[in-house]
T-cell receptor, first 116, second 115 residues
């Protein structure tokens, strides 16, 4: 089975621009979660999508949004970029059963976003 | 209060030695899951091992084992016979009902294996 893929792997943008990141989950997985990782804040949960619906949301401003398509692929959008948005954005997929014990998340390689 | 605490920001270990990475957690739930992930410098987060709160046996996966002490609320990762490729950041994470099933992450431990 192919793993989680994320595109692009690297991105350089300037302040005020917007960006869209893409994530393709493992075949058969219906849940996609997005995380932001920075040296100062560590791993922070952005949101989770399951069957095209946002199921959970972290504590990020409305500039961060996402969506999921019928094939479970997901996109994340950040509008009006700020310098502090520079980070590694990780996508994780799981079967989405939501069970405590078996719903292991598998991660993609990440998209490294630099905002200048 | 921190839900997941990893007290070792960094560790140096000689190749072929065993290494224990510490993780303590805080939860009032009876049912929860504990996960360990490895993140090499390339950035990808790699799932290593899982332990459920009701599992009586410590989880093992190849060279990885989890020393689960429920009463002490600790879930330490043990890597036997360390290899140079084990050099990476290691994260402990927990899923509980109170957190709406979302993973709660520790700050990580940077492990460097010396040849």
């Amino acid at each position: 089975k192919a793993g989680v893929t994320q595109t692009p792997r690297y991105l350089i943008k300037t302040r005020g621009q917007q960006v869209t990141l893409s994530c393709s989950p493992i075949s058969g997985h219906r849940s996609v979660s997005w995380y932001q990782q920075t040296p100062g804040q560590g791993l922070q949960f952005l949101f989770e999508y399951f069957s095209e619906t946002q199921r959970n949301k972290g504590n990020f401003p409305g500039r961060f949004s996402g969506r999921q398509f019928s094939n479970s692929r997901s996109e994340m959008n950040v509008s009006t970029l700020e310098l502090g948005d520079s980070a590694l954005y990780l996508c994780a997929s799981s079967d989405g059963s939501g069970t405590l014990h078996t719903d292991t998340q598998y991660f993609g390689p990440g998209t490294r976003l630099t905002v200048l | 209060a921190q839900k997941i605490t990893q007290t070792q920001p960094g560790m140096f270990v000689q190749e072929k030695e065993a290494v224990t990475l510490d993780c303590t957690y805080d939860t009032s739930d009876q049912s929860y899951g504990l996960f360990w992930y490895k993140q090499p410098s390339s950035g990808e987060m790699i799932f290593l091992i899982y332990q459920g709160s009701y599992d009586e046996q410590n989880a093992t996966e190849g060279r990885y084992s989890l020393n689960f002490q429920k009463a002490r609320k600790s879930a330490n990762l043990v890597i036997s016979a360390s290899q140079l490729g084990d050099s990476a950041m290691y994260f402990c994470a927990m899923r509980e009902i109170d957190s709406n099933y979302q993973l709660i992450w520790g700050a990580g431990t940077k492990l460097i294996i010396k040849p």
